[in-house]
């Protein structure tokens, strides 16, 4: 399985937009529920979105008409588009893949994680 690496994080400020990529989404990845995932210190692991091979996709309400989840099997990542971003999304990213084709925002339903990347938002 090819691992799953993460990039784009950084320090952005509030109202601005930040784009994380996945590579290695598609190799290996193509049939299975790709998701996005953030911790905050002090916080457990939550759920950000997801996305099946048959293109249904979550959003947790805390970002849904602001994040926007894209996968391009044919470039082997996964994308998250944030917008509007607020201190509360500062929080370390991560991308994982599901156990199966299904999807929930429940990271215990994924076994293969990035490493994440940092996403910092200043007031």
């Known amino acids: 399985v090819q691992p799953l690496m993460e990039s784009g994080g950084g320090s952005v400020q509030t109202g601005g937009p930040l784009t994380l990529s996945c590579l290695g989404a598609?190799?290996?990845?193509?049939?299975?529920?790709m998701g996005w995932f953030r911790q905050a210190p002090g916080k457990e692991r939550e759920g950000v979105t997801t996305?099946?091979?048959?293109?249904?996709?979550n959003y947790a309400d805390s970002v849904k008409g602001r994040f926007t989840i894209s996968r391009d099997n044919n470039k082997n990542e996964l994308y998250l588009q944030m917008n509007k971003v607020k201190p509360d999304d500062t929080a370390m990213y991560y991308c994982?893949?599901?156990?199966?084709?299904?999807?929930?925002?429940?990271?215990?339903?994924?076994?293969?994680w990035g490493h994440g990347t940092q996403v910092t938002i200043s007031s």
């Open positions: 996305t099946s091979p048959y293109g249904a996709i």
């Open positions: 994982a893949r599901g156990r199966g084709p299904d999807c929930d925002m429940d990271s215990a339903d994924f076994d293969h």
């Open positions: 598609g190799h290996g990845h193509i049939w299975y529920c």
